[in-house]
């Protein structure tokens, strides 16, 4: 039986992290939840041919090329101790989805659900991370050297999203949940979604 998948994107600051552990926390027994560099250092730890070669790119330095990212989470979703999976942060980019789209084509074993977005404004996202930063630390570092990170993450994030958004909505994969509710909502919202489609 195929394993199914949904892939949760969010801008920095959308809570899909917490939505999306918090979920497969209440269904341990069904949901399980990762992220990308969950699913790489599970790899690594492994000791698998597949690890030995993230680890060599890991241990430069280096960015893990984009067929080893997509083998990574194949491999993860396929040895997931449940049947629906929760990935999050995943696809970043326009790249990525193509490389994932082409290969879960071809793959029995996997069935895409849902992309679900958990949507917030740039002002909800900014006040959430630089809240969090300065409860973290009073005083240490400039809020403008924040403040500029996360618009280099936010810029990460929406560049590509027009056409990430284009693509899952032609597929009529894409279900967006309004991350700007307070979490108990956001979370019973996308609770709701997955446990309809599974």
Not at 163 to 175: A, C, V
Request: charged share 30%.
């Amino acid at each position: 039986m195929a394993k199914k998948l949904f892939l949760i994107i969010g801008a920095p600051g959308s809570g899909k992290t917490t939505d999306a552990s918090m979920i497969a926390e209440k269904h341990s027994d069904k949901v399980v939840h990762y992220s990308t560099g969950d699913m790489l250092r599970a790899e690594v730890a492994s000791g698998s041919d597949l690890g030995h070669t993230i680890e060599s790119f890991i241990s430069k330095g280096a960015l893990v090329p984009l067929e080893i990212i997509v083998d990574t989470i194949m491999s993860a979703i396929k040895n997931a101790p449940v049947d629906t999976i929760l990935i999050d942060g995943y696809p970043r980019s326009v790249e990525q989805m193509i490389a994932f789209d082409e290969i879960e084509a071809k793959e029995d074993a996997v069935d895409l659900v849902s992309v679900i977005e958990v949507r917030v404004s740039e002002d909800v996202a900014k006040e959430r991370i630089l809240g969090r930063a300065a409860e973290a630390a009073p005083g240490e570092g400039r809020s403008d050297d924040k403040i500029e990170v996360f618009y280099d993450r936010m810029k990460i994030y929406t560049d590509p999203l027009a056409e990430i958004q284009d693509f899952y909505t032609k597929k009529e994969l894409l279900h967006v949940i309004d991350g700007a509710r307070t979490l108990e909502e956001v979370v019973t919202d996308m609770d709701a979604f997955v446990m309809e489609n599974i």
